[in-house]
C-alpha cells in the first residue's frame, strides 16, 4: 500500500485530473491473463496519476464486466489495486454493467469499495466540487435527457456520464452506430449529443470507440466518449486506446496512449508476417479454410509465435456480378417463354375462364430477381 501523501509538489497540479472509463475487469475469453490485462491497466491509469502527481482521478463507469456475477480473484486483485493507492481522490460513476438492477443505481458492484479511503462512488446524478470546479455527474440511465434536471445548474459546465446517444459509433469494425430514442408523451425522441447544449465538456463512458460527437468549434460545447483503456473484443481491433489528462482550468487536454496491452489483429493470411503476432490476439482470414496448410499455420502460430488466442475466418465471398447479370437475362427470357406459353393455354378449352392476366403476374412474381 502506497499511502500517497498530497503535499506542495502536488499544488502545481491541482487544477488536473485523471479520466478514463469502461475497464471492464473481467477473465475475457476465461483467461486469467486477460484478468490481469485488466488490472494492469487499472493499476498503470492510477501509477499515472501519481507519477504527474495528480490528485484526482475519475472514472465514467463499467468498472467490473459481469452485471450480477464477479468471481473472487477478480474483486480481490481490483481491490488490491484501489488499496495500494489511498491517498488519491478518486471518483467511481456508476455505468451500466456496475448496476444489479437494470434501471436503478441502488445496489452496485462497485458500492464496497467506497470503503477504501479516498474512493467515491457515485449512483445518482450530482455535482461535486472536484479541483476548485464544479463537476457534475450522471450515471448510466435510459433517458438521460430527463436526469439531466436532476444534477442542477453547475456554473462550470463540466459534465460526467454513462450513457448511449444516438448516432455513436459502438463498433469500428462493423462501422455499426447507436439508435437511441425514448418516449415522451406517447412521441419516440431521438437522444442524440444536442442534450448537453449548455454544457462546455462532457465526457461519457459506455461505448469503446474514442470519438468526438461535438465540438466547441462547430457546436459551442464539446461531447466526447472517452473509450475503453485496453482493446477488449475484435470489435476494437487497430484502435489505439488511451487514458485522458484534463486541466479544469484551461480545458487542454493530453491523451495518453496504452502502448503495453495486448491487441487483437484481423488479418488476411498473406499479411502475417507484417504483424507482431506475440501475445496478441489474432484472427486470420484465409482464402479456403479447408485448405491443406491451415493445421499447420496453426501449429505453428501457436506454437513458435505463442499468440494469446487465434481465430481462423473463412474470407466471405462475394458474388459474382457477372453471373447475377446472366441470371437476369435467363429469367427475363423466361417471361417472354411464360407469356407465349399463356397465349397458347388461353385457347385450350380446359383452361376456359382462368385469368390469363393473373396467371402471368403469378408467374412473373415466381420468376422476378431483385
Same mark, same amino acid.
Given at each position: 500500500?502506497l499511502l500517497?501523501g498530497i503535499?506542495?509538489?502536488?499544488?502545481?497540479q491541482?487544477?488536473? +485530473?485523471?479520466?478514463?472509463s469502461?475497464?471492464?475487469?473481467?477473465?475475457?475469453?476465461?483467461?486469467? /491473463?486477460?484478468?490481469?490485462?485488466c488490472?494492469?491497466?487499472?493499476?498503470?491509469?492510477?501509477?499515472?496519476?501519481?507519477?504527474?502527481k495528480?490528485?484526482?482521478?475519475i *472514472?465514467?463507469?463499467?468498472?467490473?464486466?459481469?452485471?450480477?456475477?464477479?468471481?473472487?480473484?477478480?474483486?480481490?486483485?481490483?481491490f488490491?489495486?484501489?488499496?495500494?493507492?489511498?491517498?488519491?481522490?478518486?471518483?467511481?460513476?456508476?455505468g451500466?454493467?456496475?448496476?444489479?438492477h437494470?434501471?436503478?443505481?441502488?445496489?452496485?458492484?462497485?458500492?464496497?469499495?467506497?470503503?477504501?479511503?479516498?474512493?467515491?462512488?457515485?449512483?445518482? $446524478?450530482?455535482t &461535486?466540487?472536484?479541483?476548485?470546479?464544479?463537476?457534475? *455527474?450522471?450515471?448510466?440511465?435510459?433517458? $438521460?435527457? =430527463?436526469d !439531466?434536471?436532476?444534477?442542477?445548474n453547475?456554473?462550470?459546465?463540466?459534465l460526467?456520464?454513462?450513457?448511449?446517444?444516438?448516432?455513436?459509433?459502438?463498433?469500428?469494425?462493423?462501422?455499426?452506430?447507436?439508435?437511441?430514442?425514448?418516449?415522451h408523451?406517447?412521441?419516440?425522441?431521438?437522444?442524440?449529443s444536442?442534450?448537453?447544449?449548455?454544457?462546455?465538456?462532457?465526457?461519457?463512458?459506455?461505448?469503446?470507440? =474514442?470519438?468526438? !460527437?461535438?465540438?466547441?468549434?462547430?457546436?459551442?460545447?464539446?461531447?466526447?466518449?472517452i473509450?475503453? $483503456?485496453?482493446?477488449?473484443?475484435?470489435?476494437?481491433?487497430?484502435?489505439?486506446?488511451?487514458?485522458?489528462?484534463?486541466?479544469?482550468?484551461?480545458?487542454?487536454?493530453?491523451? +495518453?496512449?496504452?502502448?503495453?496491452? $495486448?491487441?487483437? *489483429? +484481423?488479418?488476411?493470411?498473406?499479411?502475417?508476417?507484417?504483424?507482431?503476432? /506475440?501475445?496478441n490476439f489474432?484472427?486470420?482470414?484465409?482464402?479456403?479454410?479447408?485448405?491443406?496448410?491451415?493445421i =499447420?499455420?496453426?501449429? @505453428?502460430?501457436?506454437?513458435?509465435?505463442?499468440?494469446?488466442? &487465434?481465430?481462423i475466418?473463412?474470407?466471405?465471398?462475394?458474388?459474382?456480378? @457477372?453471373?447475377?447479370?446472366?441470371?437476369?437475362? +435467363? !429469367?427475363?427470357?423466361?417471361? =417472354?417463354?411464360?407469356?407465349?406459353?399463356?397465349?397458347?393455354?388461353?385457347?385450350?378449352?380446359?383452361?376456359?375462364?382462368?385469368?390469363?392476366?393473373?396467371?402471368?403476374?403469378?408467374?412473373?412474381?415466381?420468376c422476378?430477381?431483385?
Amino acid at each position: 500500500m502506497l499511502l500517497i501523501g498530497i503535499n506542495e509538489d502536488w499544488t502545481g497540479q491541482m487544477s488536473k +485530473i485523471i479520466i478514463f472509463s469502461d475497464i471492464h475487469i473481467h477473465p475475457h475469453k476465461k483467461s486469467s /491473463e486477460r484478468l490481469q490485462n485488466c488490472v494492469d491497466v487499472l493499476d498503470w491509469a492510477l501509477k499515472t496519476a501519481v507519477d504527474r502527481k495528480i490528485p484526482n482521478v475519475i *472514472f465514467a463507469g463499467d468498472l467490473f464486466h459481469d452485471r450480477q456475477r464477479i468471481d473472487v480473484p477478480t474483486y480481490q486483485k481490483t481491490f488490491e489495486v484501489f488499496n495500494k493507492y489511498q491517498g488519491l481522490e478518486i471518483y467511481l460513476l456508476l455505468g451500466n454493467h456496475d448496476l444489479w438492477h437494470f434501471k436503478k443505481w441502488d445496489v452496485s458492484s462497485v458500492y464496497p469499495l467506497k470503503s477504501i479511503e479516498g474512493v467515491t462512488v457515485i449512483s445518482k $446524478p450530482s455535482t &461535486l466540487l472536484i479541483g476548485g470546479k464544479h463537476i457534475s *455527474f450522471l450515471p448510466y440511465t435510459h433517458d $438521460p435527457a =430527463e436526469d !439531466l434536471k436532476k444534477v442542477g445548474n453547475n456554473e462550470d459546465k463540466i459534465l460526467f456520464g454513462h450513457v448511449a446517444i444516438d448516432g455513436a459509433l459502438w463498433n469500428v469494425m462493423a462501422q455499426t452506430r447507436a439508435e437511441v430514442s425514448v418516449e415522451h408523451d406517447g412521441d419516440m425522441t431521438k437522444v442524440d449529443s444536442s442534450i448537453f447544449k449548455g454544457w462546455k465538456d462532457v465526457f461519457l463512458g459506455h461505448y469503446h470507440a =474514442e470519438q468526438k !460527437l461535438a465540438s466547441k468549434e462547430v457546436d459551442g460545447y464539446n461531447v466526447e466518449y472517452i473509450g475503453s $483503456p485496453l482493446q477488449l473484443s475484435f470489435g476494437e481491433a487497430f484502435q489505439h486506446k488511451h487514458i485522458i489528462e484534463y486541466d479544469l482550468e484551461t480545458g487542454e487536454k493530453e491523451y +495518453i496512449r496504452n502502448t503495453f496491452s $495486448p491487441q487483437h *489483429f +484481423i488479418i488476411p493470411e498473406k499479411d502475417l508476417e507484417k504483424y507482431d503476432l /506475440e501475445k496478441n490476439f489474432i484472427r486470420v482470414v484465409v482464402d479456403d479454410i479447408s485448405a491443406t496448410g491451415i493445421i =499447420e499455420m496453426r501449429q @505453428d502460430l501457436m506454437g513458435n509465435h505463442k499468440v494469446g488466442s &487465434l481465430e481462423i475466418k473463412q474470407k466471405e465471398k462475394k458474388v459474382n456480378e @457477372d453471373l447475377v447479370e446472366d441470371a437476369k437475362a +435467363i !429469367l427475363f427470357k423466361e417471361t =417472354e417463354m411464360l407469356e407465349k406459353y399463356v397465349e397458347q393455354e388461353d385457347k385450350n378449352e380446359h383452361l376456359e375462364g382462368l385469368d390469363k392476366d393473373k396467371l402471368l403476374e403469378i408467374g412473373k412474381g415466381i420468376c422476378e430477381v431483385e
